[in-house]
């Protein structure tokens, strides 16, 4: 079965937290029988382009705009067969679009508190609701 993954988080994350938290959780999946849905903005969802690089092909970059705001390096890379899909007017429209087409979601936060809840948290909280599957 192939696995629809969402991978989202926070932009402020440091590289030993995401190798723990993402790359770590992917080592035990078969990448070739996945699909990924990431974002344009620092983090999670660069660091995430990063690692699939050279490891994936069935990549989607979904972003706001005409054209993302970064974008893994194509040369001699998997990304060049990388999707765009760009053009939504929010980053609310780009997540819930994601979220609406993903099986399975990858995501941490650890920004929210009692007085603010992140949006990363939200998206986890939607996909919960939709009876997506967190790995």
Same mark, same amino acid.
């Given at each position: 079965?192939?696995?629809?993954?969402?991978?989202?988080?926070?932009?402020?994350?440091?590289?030993?937290?995401?190798?723990?938290?993402?790359?770590?959780?992917?080592?035990?999946?078969?990448?070739?029988?996945?699909?990924?849905?990431?974002?344009?903005?620092?983090? +999670?969802?660069? *660091?995430?382009?990063? =690692?699939?690089? /050279?490891?994936?092909? %069935?990549?989607?970059?979904?972003?706001?705009?005409? $054209?993302?705001?970064?974008?893994?390096?194509?040369?001699?890379?998997?990304?060049?067969?990388?999707?765009?899909?760009?053009?939504?007017?929010?980053?609310?429209?780009?997540?819930?679009?994601?979220?609406?087409?993903? +099986?399975?979601? *990858?995501?941490?936060? =650890?920004?929210? /508190?009692?007085?603010? %809840?992140?949006?990363?948290?939200?998206?986890?909280? $939607?996909?919960?609701?939709?009876?997506?599957?967190?790995?």
């Amino acid at each position: 079965m192939m696995r629809k993954i969402y991978v989202f988080g926070n932009g402020n994350i440091s590289w030993d937290s995401f190798n723990r938290i993402y790359i770590e959780t992917l080592e035990n999946f078969d990448i070739s029988d996945c699909e990924f849905l990431i974002g344009d903005y620092t983090g +999670t969802d660069t *660091l995430m382009m990063e =690692f699939l690089k /050279d490891k994936a092909s %069935k990549v989607t970059i979904v972003h706001l705009n005409a $054209k993302p705001r970064y974008f893994a390096n194509t040369f001699n890379t998997k990304a060049k067969n990388w999707k765009r899909m760009g053009g939504f007017k929010s980053d609310e429209e780009r997540d819930s679009y994601a979220i609406s087409e993903c +099986t399975h979601f *990858l995501a941490v936060d =650890f920004n929210s /508190d009692n007085k603010r %809840k992140s949006g990363t948290q939200k998206n986890i909280e $939607k996909c919960f609701s939709l009876g997506k599957i967190r790995i």
